[in-house]
């Protein structure tokens, strides 16, 4: 998360590897992986991120992230995140956990699980 210590996926990599203990995972939130600077290259941020950190997620989030740079605050498809590639990335590591959904208002809910839904259905997610 941008405004934390371990802000990106090199970082959380190296914290891990530094410490070397089985209880130290990764909670995932693609909107938490941009920023300004790297928004017009989201594709390759989610994949680095999967490709370094796949094997330790063990919760994920989903959120909005804004073209202005805002977090959350709106319903999950009213944002720029690539929600289709972050569900195939995370089904591609093994996932298999909830996709908690939040940062938004209660009442776009209803419009957000619609959203996931379809992007989970669409990418034809394996479920166990």
Same mark, same amino acid.
């Given at each position: 998360?941008q405004?934390? *210590?371990?802000?990106?996926?090199?970082?959380?990599r #190296? =914290?891990?590897?530094? =410490?070397?203990?089985r209880r130290?995972? $990764? =909670?995932?939130?693609?909107?938490?992986l941009?920023n300004?600077?790297n928004?017009?290259?989201?594709? +390759?941020v =989610?994949?680095? /991120?999967?490709?370094?950190?796949?094997?330790d *997620?063990? #919760?994920?989030? /989903?959120?909005?992230?804004? /073209?202005?740079? +805002?977090?959350?605050? $709106? #319903?999950?498809?009213?944002? $720029?995140?690539?929600? %289709?590639?972050?569900?195939?990335?995370?089904?591609?590591?093994?996932?298999?956990n %909830?996709? *908690?959904?939040?940062?938004?208002?209660?009442?776009? @809910?209803?419009?957000?699980?619609?959203?996931?839904?379809?992007? *989970?259905?669409? /990418?034809? @997610?394996a +479920?166990s």
């Amino acid at each position: 998360e941008q405004a934390n *210590i371990v802000d990106s996926a090199r970082k959380a990599r #190296a =914290l891990i590897d530094t =410490l070397q203990s089985r209880r130290v995972k $990764v =909670l995932i939130d693609a909107a938490n992986l941009l920023n300004l600077s790297n928004l017009g290259e989201q594709d +390759r941020v =989610l994949k680095e /991120a999967f490709d370094l950190l796949g094997g330790d *997620i063990v #919760a994920a989030h /989903a959120k909005e992230f804004s /073209a202005r740079g +805002r977090l959350g605050g $709106v #319903a999950l498809g009213r944002g $720029v995140v690539n929600f %289709p590639l972050y569900v195939s990335l995370l089904d591609s590591s093994g996932y298999r956990n %909830p996709l *908690i959904m939040h940062g938004f208002p209660e009442q776009v @809910v209803p419009e957000s699980k619609a959203f996931l839904t379809q992007v *989970i259905r669409t /990418a034809g @997610v394996a +479920r166990s």
